[in-house]
C-alpha cells in the first residue's frame, strides 16, 4: 500500500520547508502552494531516491527522463494559471507529478507521453490519487493531441528546438503555451499567447530540461544505431524495425 503522507524526509514538515522555500525564491500564488504541499511528491520517484523527493532538485524516472524540480514545476504551474485556463493539454507526463500539480487547477487535463512504461507507472499513480479529471495517451508530443484541441493552455516539460507549429494550432484564441526552448544550456522558458491579432511571445526563465524528442526522429536514430551495430558485426539487418513510441 502507498504511503501518501510519509515519514521522516517525506514528511509533512519537510513538505512545508519545501513550501517556505518556494515561497522564498517568487512563487507566490496560494493555490499553486498549496498543491505543492498536497502532492506527495515521493511517490512519483523510485522507492531509493524518495528520501529525496522534497528537495528543490530533479530527480531521474529511468529512460533519460528527469522529475522537474519543485521550483520549475510551481512556476511554470503559476505562469499558465494566470489565465484561468479550463482545458490544458500537457507534453510529457514523465512521472505524472506535473500531471497531478495541474490536475487541481482545471476542468480536464490530457497528457501525451511516449514512452510506454512512464505512461504506465504515471496512470497508476493518478488512480492512487483518486485524479479522475487527467488523462494520460502514449503517443508523440510533436503531434500534440488534436482529438481534444483547441486548448486553453498548454505545458510542455521538455525542451524542443522551436515550438512545433501544431501546438499553436492547438492552442484557442486566448490561451497560453508554456514551454522551454532551446538546446542543452541555451534554454528559454517562454511565454506564448495566443489571441486573434496573433501570437505574443517573451521569456520568463533561464532553465534546463532533457529534450523534447519525437517518435519520428527516436525511431530513426535507433534504426541507424541498430544499422551501425549489426554492420559492424557482418550480420544483415533487414528484418530490423521499430513502430510506434516506445
Same mark, same amino acid.
Given at each position: @500500500?502507498?504511503?501518501?503522507?510519509? &515519514?521522516? @524526509?517525506?514528511?509533512?514538515?519537510?513538505?512545508?520547508?519545501?513550501?517556505?522555500?518556494?515561497?522564498?525564491?517568487?512563487?507566490?500564488?496560494?493555490?499553486?502552494?498549496?498543491?505543492?504541499?498536497?502532492?506527495?511528491?515521493?511517490?512519483?520517484?523510485? *522507492?531509493?531516491?524518495?528520501?529525496?523527493?522534497?528537495?528543490?532538485?530533479?530527480?531521474?524516472?529511468?529512460?533519460?527522463?528527469?522529475?522537474?524540480?519543485?521550483?520549475?514545476?510551481? %512556476? @511554470?504551474?503559476?505562469?499558465?494559471? *494566470?489565465?484561468?485556463?479550463?482545458? &490544458?493539454?500537457?507534453?510529457?507526463?514523465?512521472?505524472?507529478?506535473?500531471t497531478a500539480v495541474l490536475s487541481k487547477f482545471c476542468d480536464q487535463l490530457y497528457s501525451v507521453e511516449r514512452i510506454s512504461d512512464l505512461v504506465k507507472k504515471a496512470r497508476q499513480r493518478l488512480r492512487t490519487l483518486?485524479?479522475?479529471?487527467?488523462?494520460?495517451?502514449?503517443?508523440?508530443?510533436?503531434?500534440? /493531441?488534436?482529438?481534444?484541441?483547441?486548448?486553453?493552455?498548454?505545458?510542455?516539460?521538455?525542451?524542443?528546438?522551436?515550438?512545433? *507549429?501544431?501546438? /499553436?494550432?492547438? %492552442?484557442?484564441?486566448?490561451?497560453?503555451?508554456?514551454?522551454?526552448?532551446?538546446?542543452?544550456?541555451?534554454?528559454?522558458?517562454?511565454?506564448?499567447?495566443?489571441?486573434?491579432?496573433?501570437?505574443? *511571445?517573451?521569456?520568463?526563465?533561464?532553465?534546463?530540461?532533457?529534450?523534447?524528442?519525437?517518435?519520428?526522429?527516436?525511431?530513426?536514430?535507433?534504426?541507424l544505431s541498430a544499422n551501425a551495430i549489426f554492420s559492424n558485426r557482418g550480420i544483415s539487418n533487414g528484418l530490423f524495425s521499430i513502430d510506434g513510441c516506445v
Amino acid at each position: @500500500m502507498t504511503d501518501l503522507k510519509g &515519514i521522516g @524526509m517525506t514528511s509533512q514538515r519537510t513538505r512545508n520547508r519545501l513550501v517556505e522555500r518556494l515561497r522564498e525564491q517568487g512563487i507566490t500564488d496560494p493555490s499553486v502552494l498549496t498543491a505543492i504541499n498536497e502532492v506527495p511528491r515521493h511517490i512519483f520517484v523510485d *522507492e531509493a531516491l524518495a528520501q529525496r523527493a522534497y528537495e528543490d532538485t530533479s530527480l531521474p524516472i529511468g529512460f533519460n527522463q528527469t522529475l522537474s524540480q519543485p521550483f520549475i514545476v510551481a %512556476l @511554470m504551474t503559476q505562469i499558465l494559471l *494566470e489565465i484561468k485556463p479550463r482545458v &490544458i493539454l500537457e507534453v510529457g507526463t514523465g512521472s505524472g507529478y506535473q500531471t497531478a500539480v495541474l490536475s487541481k487547477f482545471c476542468d480536464q487535463l490530457y497528457s501525451v507521453e511516449r514512452i510506454s512504461d512512464l505512461v504506465k507507472k504515471a496512470r497508476q499513480r493518478l488512480r492512487t490519487l483518486s485524479i479522475d479529471n487527467a488523462t494520460i495517451y502514449h503517443s508523440d508530443g510533436f503531434e500534440g /493531441l488534436e482529438r481534444h484541441a483547441p486548448y486553453d493552455g498548454i505545458l510542455v516539460t521538455a525542451a524542443p528546438k522551436e515550438i512545433p *507549429e501544431v501546438l /499553436l494550432d492547438q %492552442l484557442a484564441d486566448g490561451g497560453r503555451i508554456v514551454a522551454p526552448v532551446g538546446l542543452d544550456l541555451n534554454q528559454d522558458l517562454k511565454i506564448i499567447d495566443k489571441s486573434e491579432n496573433g501570437l505574443v *511571445e517573451r521569456n520568463a526563465n533561464k532553465v534546463r530540461f532533457v529534450p523534447l524528442v519525437s517518435c519520428k526522429s527516436y525511431r530513426a536514430n535507433t534504426r541507424l544505431s541498430a544499422n551501425a551495430i549489426f554492420s559492424n558485426r557482418g550480420i544483415s539487418n533487414g528484418l530490423f524495425s521499430i513502430d510506434g513510441c516506445v
